[in-house]
């Protein structure tokens, strides 16, 4: 089946860092990316998808590159702000209904 | 343009007791969702509506949970009787429509439940 798995956290970088967080995963077929957030206290909200192999999702200074030869959907950012602090989930949709399969989700902490 | 709504946003009940959750999706939304997300975990899919009908409920305890979605609008998710294991919060998302590639999924912000 499906399946998702991203980095283990927690992730603590000081502001205007460069964040990574690695998101790997396994599919049949030609899944879609996307990229998750949940501040605190909220609910989930998208951040950046991709549909289709080399594509790039980009949002809020986010991107993340659909690599299908490494089946990688990697966050990135050049210069985080305290705001960013969250937690991240990597997901898919694949199959014939596009179900959402979630990876564990990264909790990420910027310090001023 | 309203999100997804839900009710109630905290429950705690003992183990045994029935408990309800209620979902409004965003206006024009075919597709619903129901997820659980327990702690320290991404959410897990337990059913998928398109309109009133079930696409997917391949990962719903059945003996104890059941949800419907009437007239193809809102949606409840029941527990009865509920166990510790269920301590979770429940998601409730809408997409406009399940079959397209790449489609949005839109969540509402979770009913956190707590199984004493």
């Known amino acids: 089946g499906n399946s998702v798995t991203q980095m283990e956290g927690p992730v603590t970088l000081s502001e205007e860092a460069f964040l990574t967080i690695n998101c790997t995963y396994t599919?049949?077929?030609?899944?879609?990316l996307f990229w998750y957030v949940q501040y605190p206290g909220e609910g989930l909200q998208l951040l950046l998808k991709?549909?289709?192999?080399?594509d790039k999702g980009s949002n809020k200074g986010f991107e993340a590159t659909y690599r299908k030869e490494t089946t990688s959907f990697h966050l990135e950012k050049g210069s985080v702000q305290v705001s960013d602090s969250a937690v991240y989930f990597c997901?898919?949709?694949?199959?014939?209904?596009?179900?959402?399969?979630f990876g564990k989700g990264t909790l990420l902490t910027v310090n001023p | 343009e309203a999100g997804v709504a839900q009710s109630p946003r905290y429950k705690i009940i003992e183990k045994r007791q029935s408990v309800a959750f209620w979902c409004n999706p965003i206006?024009?939304?075919?597709?619903l969702y129901w997820y659980q997300q327990i702690l320290g975990q991404g959410p897990k899919l337990l059913i998928q509506?398109?309109?009133?009908?079930?696409?997917?409920d391949s990962q719903l305890p059945k003996d104890r949970f059941s949800a419907e979605r009437l007239k193809g609008v809102d949606s409840t998710l029941k527990i009865q009787p509920a166990k510790l294991e269920d301590s979770a919060v429940y998601l409730c998302?809408?997409?406009?429509?399940?079959?397209?590639?790449?489609?949005?999924?839109?969540f509402g912000p979770g009913t956190r439940l707590l199984v004493l």
């Open positions: 997901a898919l949709a694949g199959g014939s209904n596009y179900k959402l399969t």
């Open positions: 509506f398109q309109n009133n009908g079930v696409v997917d």
């Open positions: 206006s024009g939304h075919a597709t």
């Open positions: 991709a549909t289709k192999a080399d």
């Open positions: 998302a809408s997409s406009l429509d399940r079959l397209a590639r790449g489609e949005t999924q839109y």
């Open positions: 599919a049949t077929g030609y899944p879609s």
